[in-house]
């Protein structure tokens, strides 16, 4: 099977398999460190209580910091132009879609251990040095995971992975069956969303379950996900088979 020239496929434009992910990553920790810098020199000025208090709240309001998505985000978007456009070329170089799907899995579970590595090696430095120095969160956030390293570098690569393969298996679901698809998969996920908001507002016991599902534990929490991207996984080889390259 071919599948080397898969994944050169995927990595043959270095910049922008890994250096415009990192690029844009290091910009945002950038902006985040300046905001941070700004916030405990105004801070200062006060006092040493009120720099205590600025540390202290950065610390505790940054666990929810979106700013790492500038590196997710990309990530997340892969499994979506993996499909949508990776895959007619490599059925137009003659590559098979056994072949595809095998180097594209690859693909996918390289880049989830990469920039997982880089996030949790992120991680501890910025635990160690107390938020480098000023207090923020870029790396240590509820959406890597805020507990140990090894935490943060399993959660983070089911993540990256699930999502790859999520996004993967929907494209494909679109090259299968066209605008249909997109009509069914919105309309059901807006009733979803729609559901879980009234059974929020008008329910009690939903609430109650809603509370309960929330308060799970970290290892239920990364079954969730692991669980996810198993169906995503499925469904995605399932219909790779018959999808038309669009």
Do not use: C
């Amino acid at each position: 099977m071919r599948i080397r020239n898969v994944v050169q496929l995927h990595t043959v434009n270095r910049l922008q398999a890994f250096g415009w992910p990192l690029i844009i990553m290091a910009l945002s920790l950038t902006i985040v460190l300046i905001i941070g810098a700004l916030v405990l020199n105004v801070a200062g000025s006060m006092g040493e209580a009120d720099l205590a208090d600025a540390r202290e709240g950065m610390s505790t309001g940054m666990m929810f910091n979106g700013a790492i998505f500038a590196l997710l985000g990309p990530l997340i978007g892969f499994g979506f132009t993996a499909m949508g456009q990776y895959f007619p070329l490599a059925l137009g170089l003659g590559l098979t879609r056994r072949e595809f799907a095998a180097g594209t899995a690859l693909v996918f579970v390289g880049n989830a251990a990469f920039y997982a590595g880089i996030i949790t090696i992120g991680k501890v430095i910025e635990v160690a040095t107390g938020g480098f120095g000023l207090g923020i969160r870029f790396f240590d956030v509820v959406y890597t995971g805020i507990g140990e390293w090894w935490q943060t570098l399993i959660q983070t690569f089911l993540l990256i992975l699930s999502v790859m393969l999520v996004g993967a298996a929907i494209t494909t679901a679109f090259q299968r069956w066209g605008q249909s698809f997109l009509w069914i998969f919105w309309i059901a996920l807006a009733v979803v969303v729609l559901g879980i908001v009234a059974g929020s507002l008008l329910s009690e016991p939903f609430r109650g379950f809603a509370g309960s599902v929330m308060g799970m534990g970290w290892v239920p929490w990364m079954g969730v996900v692991a669980a996810l991207g198993a169906i995503g996984a499925g469904l995605w080889l399932v219909l790779v088979r018959r999808a038309q390259a669009r």
